[in-house]
């Protein structure tokens, strides 16, 4: 077998793309700003650095002035501990090193997959196609953290499609682990009994212990669902947020624009390519797998990571077919040789320790707004405020206590709505909300209508202003501030 060619060029593909690869992509994920740009991060680490200080789970809001004790969900708690813990080894260098790990398993276990069926080549334009939609969604976030377990997941019961046989009981225990780090870990029970359906009508190979299995695994898995803080409450939650009204208001959950060139449209395109080219069959089941994840996509931008991770996962085996590859041997050797280990083990070190030993910034930004804050004084920040919904999170990071942020589940439809209307400067809605909040002062983006209808009411006057962040007081019920002397643009820990 080592004399093979065909062997030995599967060799090399398997330390390029499974290995060196994924590593390369872990190195350029680690050091992208783009990683922090989303404000959903900043109030994720308060989160964790919350429950690592009370040793416990929040069931009550305990950041938000405006909502502070009422009912909130913490399903993402795993993944929130998580990220505040590498925040706390390096600040927010740990962060990015900690996403850039996630992207580089995914990576991997995606390629491990996909060389199973393709050949070389045909695996890295999968991969590349998977990741062109991946990239938007590469951010430091739990549903990036959690996307190489999906995708592990899926894999595992493809496997065992594979194989004729049922996942072991086992596997169910990554549902447990899912369920308490994102709320996508119902798309991963979905996708179990579908591939359970897909074994019960393949009746040419029926086995009643392979049925058996599947069923032991679904019960196994839907139990283990359960193993969180909100029990039925987490099962509930992704429906209840899906149900949101307010939803389209929020970008990540709009649907995407194809006006203009995009990963996405390149990725469906050159899939329907090639599976009419080749004339790609899939089963029934997997049809309606990849039409499912192609619809949340198109209802919505954040979905588009999970199409990335899984549909090239699900097109694998029978594209390989239509491809006519090259089965790979039963017996081929997935361990390293000494060398090849020793090298990516070096290569993953020097990422890291590149990583950690450069300190990475925290700066002004759309979602940051560093120093407009740092102009106002600690007692004022103490005080009730009105915020753009974009700084709710970094407002919670630094302590100060938000009008919203991005916990649009908890804060409900008919809050969001009006915060939208808000920020829209509409006359009405900043009137009721100065009436029942009294706030004493605000922070907004300088293009937001809110900034300059406040700027427009009596009593409220502007003390500070950048690119990125305009800062208003209610002289009516405030002391008149004073900007502060220095103003820090960045910080190595926010």
């Known amino acids: 077998m080592k004399d093979d060619p065909h062997v030995q060029g599967l060799e090399r593909a398997r330390l390029l793309l499974v290995w060196l690869v994924p590593i390369g992509l872990a190195g350029a994920v680690a050091f992208a700003p783009q990683v922090l740009n989303d ?20 069931s009550a809001d305990p950041f938000s002035f405006t909502f502070r004790g009422r009912p909130w969900v913490a399903h993402e708690w795993l993944s929130e501990v998580l990220l505040a813990g590498a925040f706390a080894a390096a600040g927010w260098a740990g962060v990015m090193l900690l996403t850039a790990v996630s992207a580089g398993a995914l990576a991997a276990i995606m390629a491990a997959w996909l060389i199973r069926w393709l050949p070389p080549l045909s695996t890295a334009a999968a991969l590349a196609l998977g990741f062109a939609c991946i990239a938007p969604g590469l951010l430091a976030r739990p549903h990036l953290i959690v996307l190489p377990l999906a995708a592990l997941w899926t894999a595992a019961l493809l496997e065992a499609r594979a194989r004729g046989g049922a996942p072991a009981l086992a596997l169910a225990l990554l ?15 979905a996708i179990a009994g579908a591939f359970a359906l897909e074994a019960l009508l393949d009746v040419s190979r029926w086995r009643r212990r392979a049925l058996v299995g599947w069923g032991a695994f679904l019960a196994a898995s839907a139990l283990l669902c359960l193993a969180t803080p909100n029990g039925l409450a987490g099962l509930a939650f992704p429906l209840k947020v899906m149900g949101m009204k307010t939803l389209p208001a929020i970008t990540e959950w709009q649907g995407p624009d194809f006006l203009k060139p995009s990963p996405l449209e390149l990725a469906l395109l ?25 619809h949340m996509t198109l209802q919505h931008v954040r979905q588009e990571a999970l199409l990335g991770a899984l549909g ?21 050797p997935w361990r390293l040789p000494r060398a090849e280990w020793l090298l990516a083990g070096l290569l993953a070190v020097v990422v890291a320790g590149a990583r950690l030993a450069i300190p990475q910034p925290r700066q002004d930004g759309p979602t940051a707004p560093v120093t ?47 915060d939208a209307r808000l920020q829209d400067g509409d006359r009405a809605a900043l009137a009721q909300a100065l009436a029942r909040w009294r706030p004493q002062w605000a922070i907004v983006r300088p293009e937001r209508p809110l900034a300059a209808a406040l700027a427009g009411t009596p009593g409220w006057r502007r003390v500070y202003a950048d690119r990125y962040a305009v800062v208003l007081v209610n002289d009516a019920v405030t002391p008149s501030p004073q900007p502060r002397a220095r103003a820090p643009t960045s910080s190595a820990h926010g």
């Not at 404000?39 to 929040?58: S, Y």
């Not at 390519?273 to 192609?294: K, Q, S």
């Open 39 to 58: 404000g959903d991060t900043f109030w994720h680490v308060a989160a964790g650095r919350w429950m690592l200080d009370h040793h416990a789970i929040p």
């Open 175 to 189: 549902m447990a682990i899912w369920a308490n780090m994102h709320s996508s870990f119902i798309l991963g029970l």
């Open 270 to 294: 050159a899939g329907a390519f090639v599976a009419f080219w080749r004339g790609v069959r899939l089963t029934a089941v997997r049809a309606l797998v990849l039409i499912g994840l192609v």
């Open 312 to 332: 090239p996962l699900v097109l694998a085996e029978p594209l390989g077919r239509a491809l006519a590859a090259p089965a790979l041997p039963a017996d081929f």
């Open 372 to 418: 407009a804050l740092a102009q106002v004084p600690p007692s004022l920040r103490a005080r009730p405020l009105l915020n753009d919904y974009d700084f709710g999170g970094y407002l919670i990071f630094e302590g100060a206590r938000p009008f919203i942020d991005g916990r649009a589940d908890m804060y409900g439809d008919d809050f969001v709505a009006a």
